[in-house]
């Protein structure tokens, strides 16, 4: 028998019982539209999550503090010492001991670490653009940790001596700026107080303008503008109130693989360090997405499962209707083997209509939700798209459907593939 003439006798014989077979293809219709969505929204999620954790840290960084000796030694909370010294009064919430020179040079010592630097914070009290209004500035005091979305222009140069700042999108109208790409290029003041309170204005190119993410907020700086905005923060500032850092920032080789970041962190903990990758930090926010998806995934795929159990007595109902013509194929001399293709052929196509008809509907309803979605309820979250529907994801839940299908008929297939010819020809 031809594969086309397979195939053509196999559609017939689904579409004998409309009611039937409408009634199958709608429970696999249900499994393959839930399926569909939950993978869009998983897509989607992750998606937006990976652009947010890009965002909130490079692949090549690592945060470095001191190790407490407390920490270490008790796994619950250890006793107050009231002989332990306190360390300046803008350290006093941090349980971690500020960062020396000989620190810095002991983490760049350490094998696979290419340069490492302590976190400065600088405390600008405005930006303005071209004489347009002072508006207040918040800095992104991470941002030699980020590789932020960005919406127009390029990243920060940190090697360069030009001082450069990546703009929120939310300054843009602010600052007067027909759109982001016409802030790009432009120079913007910043005012700073130095330490007897004198107000200083330090320019600044604008190298890009990023989009606000839900894990961090505020301009970015380069090394550039953060030496120059902290020289004059730090004008008569007495040298015994001198300013320390308790977090460094560690780069490492971007290809590095994770046995060699695992070593490296090891090495830093040997010296008496902590460090830590993005991974370590928030990773759990991709762990709960991945099994809420999950999750929802499971119950589309019961619903898949009950599908095939129809698509069984589907077809066992069939091979019993068509007991004798069977047989009459069997007595022209149709293998077993035909018949049993014939009858898989048939389930294969319910579970391909069924799949079908469902990712077709949870694209089109999907797409649609999506728009209503982000640009009513969501619009802050900039970035996301809730539905994301891709090739691979929805071509892979129509091949499992119809995988499923196929199994589902494998029982009436080989029954319809057993019957006795004679006996069924005499079947009544």
Do not use: C
């Not at 020179?101 to 350490?110: E, F, P, T």
């Not at 930006?127 to 508006?135: A, P």
């Not at 929120?168 to 802030?183: I, Q, W």
């Amino acid at each position: 028998m031809k594969i086309t003439d397979m195939l053509t006798t196999a559609v017939g014989n689904t579409l004998r019982s409309k009611t039937r077979t409408t009634l199958t293809v709608l429970a696999i219709f249900i499994g393959a539209f839930t399926l569909t969505i939950t993978s869009a929204i998983g897509t989607g999620v992750s998606d937006y999550i990976d652009n947010q954790i890009g965002a909130f840290g490079a692949k090549d960084v690592l945060t470095v503090t001191k190790a407490s000796e407390r920490t270490a030694m008790h796994e619950g909370p250890a006793e107050y010492d009231p002989d332990a010294a306190i360390v300046g009064a803008d350290l006093a919430q941090f349980e971690t001991e500020p960062l020396t020179d000989d620190d810095l040079d002991a983490i760049r010592r350490v094998d696979g670490i290419l340069d490492v630097s302590a976190v400065r914070q600088v405390n600008p009290r405005y930006i303005e653009y071209d004489h347009r209004g002072k508006y207040m500035l918040d800095v992104n005091a991470s941002a030699n940790l980020t590789t932020p979305d960005l919406a127009a222009g390029g990243q920060l140069d940190n090697a360069g001596d030009e001082p450069q700042i990546l703009l929120l999108s939310s300054y843009v109208d602010a600052l007067g700026f027909a759109d982001a790409a016409g802030a790009v290029g432009t120079t913007v003041r910043i005012g700073i107080a130095d330490y007897t309170g004198a107000l200083h204005e330090v320019d600044a190119t604008v190298a890009g303008v990023q989009n606000q993410t839900i894990l961090a907020s505020g301009a970015a700086l380069n090394e550039a503008l953060i030496d120059e905005l902290h020289a004059v923060q730090s004008i008569g500032q007495p040298s015994a109130t001198s300013e320390q850092s308790v977090v460094a920032i560690a780069h490492f080789n971007p290809d590095a693989t994770e046995a060699q970041i695992d070593a490296i962190q090891a090495a830093l903990a040997d010296a008496g360090f902590q460090a830590a990758t993005v991974s370590d930090q928030i990773g759990v926010i991709q762990t709960v997405v991945d099994g809420i998806i999950a999750v929802l995934n499971s119950f589309a795929v019961i619903a898949l499962i009950a599908a095939g159990f129809g698509i069984v007595n589907t077809l066992l109902m069939s091979v019993q209707e068509r007991t004798r013509e069977i047989g009459l194929m069997k007595a022209m001399g149709m293998r077993g083997g035909s018949i049993y293709a014939l009858f898989s052929t048939e389930a294969v196509f319910i579970g391909f209509l069924g799949s079908v008809l469902g990712a077709a509907a949870a694209v089109g309803i999907g797409s649609a939700a999506n728009g209503l979605i982000v640009d009513r309820f969501l619009i802050d979250l900039e970035g996301l798209q809730v539905l994301r529907f891709e090739f691979v994801p929805v071509a892979s839940i129509l091949l499992t459907v119809m995988l499923i299908a196929f199994l589902a008929g494998t029982l009436p297939a080989r029954k319809a593939a057993r019957q006795n010819p004679i006996d069924a020809l005499r079947y009544e």
